[in-house]
């Protein structure tokens, strides 16, 4: 009677064992597969240099997706400034964008001389060492709050 019950078990342990591995192998394969389809947001190289106006300033920085989903940056928000905008830079002419692409699997990079953040009615006019709070919103992921140093005007990010 023991020898069958071994034998039995002996049989059907490694149907068990291959069934809860496949439940495992399609649990991981889903969430990979999950992964690739959302956009996966940080930022990074953010700065406003200490503008010479009191009433506009720029800021600069970089949206990284590390998803296999393109968003888009719609609109930023800040206790500084009630006027956010994007700009492109065309030749030497700006255009104001109503959104701005983050690929999949890319970087949406605004810097000078290039697509950029203009605030204007500032709250006060920024000094440099302050940080000012932003708050990234995108089309379909969660907003991203940052805090953003003020520069000197003549800062230049480290490549």
């Known amino acids: 009677m023991i020898a069958k019950s071994t034998a039995a078990t002996a049989a059907v342990l490694p149907l068990v064992l291959a069934g809860g591995l496949l439940l495992v192998t399609g649990c991981q394969s889903e969430k990979n597969a999950l992964a690739r389809d959302t956009a996966k947001l ?46 492109t830079t065309e030749g030497t002419a700006m255009k104001h964008a109503t959104k701005l692409d983050v690929p999949a699997n890319g970087k949406l990079t605004l810097a000078r001389g290039g ?40 800062f230049r990010p480290k490549d």
């Open 42 to 87: 940080s930022v990074s190289g953010a700065y406003l240099p200490q503008p010479a106006m009191t009433d506009m300033a720029a800021a600069y920085l970089t949206v990284t997706n590390d998803g296999g989903k393109a968003d888009q940056l719609t609109s930023v928000t800040s206790p500084l400034s009630r006027d956010i905008t994007m700009h």
């Open 115 to 154: 697509t950029h953040l203009m605030l204007g009615k500032l709250d006060h006019k920024p000094k440099v060492g302050e940080r000012i709070e932003f708050t990234l919103h995108f089309a379909t992921s969660a907003p991203v709050k940052i805090k953003v140093p003020v520069e000197t005007a003549t």
